[in-house]
Nanobody, 118 residues
Framework: QVQLVESGGGLMQPGGSLRLSCAVSGIIPSIYSMNWYRQAPGSPENQRERVATLTDSYTEYADSVKGRFTISRDNSKQTVYLQMNNLEPEDKATYFC??????????WGLGTQVNVSS
């Protein structure tokens, strides 16, 4: 089992920055990848967009955030981050941390809301 708790969301003006955190606990060596997804207001759960992926060998970003968002981790703190720069109104969403195990089991946090508005 893996437990995920997101934090760091809030209100930011366009062009600003936020850093989201995902505290990870549980059977961490079983994790293959860590991901950040977002769900736009009013959209269903099955339309969550994967915005960033982190594995031991690569990182990957959605085209919509490439060059603006950075996923990273601090193993000593068991935390994964999503640094979001140059925020746009279209980035407004609930952001979810996701862990995928080598067994393909998936775990989700409860999400943190990001609002981008002037």
């Amino acid at each position: 089992q893996v437990q995920l708790v997101e934090s760091g969301g809030g209100l930011m003006q366009p062009g600003g920055s936020l850093r989201l955190s995902c505290a990870v606990s549980g059977i961490i060596p079983s994790i293959y990848s860590m991901n950040w997804y977002r769900q736009a207001p009013g959209s269903p759960e099955n339309q969550r967009e994967r915005v960033a992926t982190l594995t031991d060998s690569y990182t990957e970003y959605a085209d919509s955030v490439k060059g603006r968002f950075t996923i990273s981790r601090d193993n000593s703190k068991q935390t994964v981050y999503l640094q979001m720069n140059n925020l746009e109104p279209e980035d407004k969403a609930t952001y979810f941390c996701n862990a995928v195990q080598y067994s393909s089991d998936k775990f989700w946090g409860l999400g943190t809301q990001v609002n981008v508005s002037s």
